[in-house]
């Protein structure tokens, strides 16, 4: 073999050397690394796990997006999302895991454990000094010096504040109109059944903002078992941490599906559910509530319980109502109304009713499939509805949608 063959396959198995350590090189760099389209697959398949864990919770961020366009953009996509997980058992998984948590390591006394649920708004510097003056409609008390001619925020002096105490101007009768840039701020708060319906207020709302919706809900809460969800320290907490520019001017409630149980007394006496010992201590716990919530706002509006499938269980609710009626009776109408939900569908019939057909519409689902929960468009039904009492209730600019 001549010397000059010799040297070519040297080089030639020297390049095959030089290209079998690149490739391992090459190997041995993307071994530690992911490729895009891995990554990106990695994260798709991360949202379509966390998406049915999630729920209802999708159509909470709706509530924060001021701009009307993009806010109707959100709902668009996460509505039929939300429509097919509410009735998946996978979306009561994060609850249950937060409340054994919570259990577990001894913090149930903290209510600022439940954040998960709500979520504090933050509303323009602007008008503050608006709502330092915000009062219930119709009430006739006056104020020396105070011009009768002051009937929009807009006409409020600045030295006037300085010179009334806050507590005395919320009292006055000041005609307050509600619009985009100054909403109705609402605060709804309940068990389970209000994640629909705070749901189907944003969604019946649409591109409305002149009313501006936080909720809170927890799962098997009630007016019972402060043990498991203290609402009344709760409550406390949400309304002492309200600044002037932040307060709500209405709340609304619903409590009271989980509430027909034997309740043990400090004693250790069982009361059972619907006798009259029981009664009686429930209403004053359901007075706790009531007013620990009237002594922060203005207005609270007491949403009643539906008709559910279940005669059973039905008939344990209708028995709940009927105390709650009673109870909602002893106090202002102007300060708590009573709501009856089920009033809001009885034109299509006074028993349980699943599904409902509006004129000039399609069906609409008004309960789950477990025959007690609202569907959120069964909330937006009935929320439309609550939407044309708030407009009679409160005075909105004429561009406030109905």
Known sequence: MSEN??????????????????????????????SPNQCFFFVVLALFILIPFLGQRLAHPVQNIKRASLKNIYSALTAPIVSVTESSPVAAVIPVLRNVFIRTAGLTERGEWDTF????GVYDSEVAAFYAITGEQGYTETIPGFSDTLNEREGIPAELIGQVSKETLRNVALTVRY????????????????????????????SDTSIAVRDLSVPSSGFLRSDYYNWPQKLEAVFAGQKDGERFDAAVIFLGMNDYQDMWTTGG???????????????????????????????????????????????????LNAVHDSVAEEYDSKKLVRISLKSLVEQYGTGYIGAIKPKGSVWISLMQSDGIHYTIEGGEYLMKQFIERLHRDYVFDRDSAL
């Open 5 to 34: 063959s010799q040297r070519g396959e040297s080089a030639q198995y020297e390049r095959q050397e030089y290209d079998n350590r690149q490739g391992q090189n090459s190997a041995q760099e993307r071994n530690g690394r992911y």
């Open 117 to 120: 649920f709500y979520r504090q």
């Open 179 to 206: 619009s985009a840039r100054t909403p109705l701020r609402m605060f709804f708060f309940g068990d389970s059944q209000m994640r629909s319906i705070a749901a189907g207020m944003t969604r019946a709302l649409g």
């Open 269 to 319: 006496i069982i009361l059972t559910a619907g006798s009259p010992e029981w009664e009686e201590v429930y209403r004053k716990m359901v007075k706790v509530h009531l007013d620990t919530a009237l002594a922060s706002i203005p207005r609270l509006y007491w949403l009643g319980l539906p008709v559910v499938r279940s005669a059973a269980y039905n008939e344990k609710m209708q028995y």
